[in-house]
């Protein structure tokens, strides 16, 4: 007797299953480990622009690896044009460097607190534009998830900023450099988001391909900006690789990995569940530091982690089912 058709589909939906979970457990891991990373191995004499040239090479490394591995580069060579790169991987990039840039506007103008939870905001956009460009929609209760993660991620922004002091700007400052940027920012993250899924699942875009294409696009741009900026001038007089150690490249190759994983997320899961990922990876942070440096979670931090966990139970458990039309 013949196996049921569907088997294949479910066995393939399974696997699809057991992959966003292995990708989404790395990128919080990694993500929620970064920060004890960078803030041990990094030191301050190291430019900034030469770590992210360094991490965004990396990345074209590691994705062409990847790509190799996996035998797809010789049909990807042949396939790729420009104007699919353009699209497919140009115009979020070029947001991306956008939004990075309003963000560092906008955290000199706002205390820590108010900067993060505004920027949690971008959850929320990035499921406004995943319902009008691919027409994701999202059920009461996936919502209602959506609502308690942003509550979560309030909550451990608090815990983190509770410890610092605002910066003392006026109202308009405050208004005009902080606030507006940070949440033309969030819209931009949750376009570009979007935009990385579109690419990736309507235009079966590779995840690594995208990959090599942004980061490309990316270091044109942080390049051309050392022309004028204090870390190209810096660069010029001490070299590239000034305050470098060997083990400065441990947390390079792990933001690359990353980022490497952020696209495999968005690709297979979609960006909205790229959120829940990188708010879960708070938690991570927090547990890592109790373990590492013996600071205990703060009590914003305990009760956000239920909130965590409700959310992105409810969010799997409760998914957009398309009604059946009545014959």
């Not at 900034?48 to 060579?77: H, I, N, P, Q």
């Not at 104007?83 to 991987?89: E, I, Q, W």
């Not at 006026?170 to 208004?175: R, S």
């Amino acid at each position: 007797m013949a196996p049921p058709k569907t088997r294949g589909g479910a066995t393939q939906a399974q696997g699809n299953s057991a992959r966003i979970l292995f990708f989404s457990v790395l990128l919080a891991l990694q993500y929620g480990a970064q920060p004890l990373i960078s803030k041990r191995f990094i030191s301050r004499e190291v430019i900034v622009t030469s770590s992210v040239l360094s991490c965004e090479a990396a990345k074209v490394v590691f994705a062409l690896y990847f790509m190799a591995k996996e035998g797809s580069m010789g049909r990807m060579y042949k396939e790729w044009t420009l104007v699919g790169a353009l699209t497919a991987s140009g115009l979020p990039a070029a947001i991306y460097a956008l939004q990075n840039s309003l963000l560092q506007i906008s955290y000199k103008n706002l205390d820590s607190l108010t900067f993060s939870i505004l920027n949690q905001t971008k959850i929320f956009f990035t499921a406004l534009f995943t319902y009008f460009m691919l027409r994701q929609k999202q059920s009461i209760q996936q919502m209602g998830a959506l609502f308690l993660l942003i509550a979560a991620a309030v909550l451990l922004s608090v815990g983190e900023g509770s410890n610092k002091g605002s910066t003392g700007a006026n109202a308009d400052q405050v208004l005009f450099y902080g606030i507006i940027p940070v949440l033309i920012a969030s819209v931009l993250s949750g376009l570009a988001s979007s935009l990385c899924q579109w690419a990736s699942q309507v235009k079966k875009h590779s995840s690594y391909l995208m990959t090599v294409e942004m980061s490309i696009v990316g270091s044109i741009c942080l390049i051309a900006s050392t022309l004028k900026s204090p870390d190209g001038e810096a660069m010029r007089r001490h070299g590239f690789f000034h305050g470098w150690t060997p083990l400065t490249w441990i947390p390079v190759i792990s933001n690359a990995l990353g980022g490497i994983l952020v696209g495999l997320v968005t690709s297979y899961a979609g960006g909205v569940r790229k959120g829940f990922v990188i708010v879960s990876a708070l938690l991570v942070t927090a547990l890592l530091q109790f373990i590492f440096e013996g600071k205990p979670p703060s009590l914003y931090c305990l009760v956000a982690l239920p909130l965590v966990a409700s959310s992105i139970s409810i969010y799997q458990k409760y998914p957009y089912q398309i009604k059946k039309k009545e014959s």
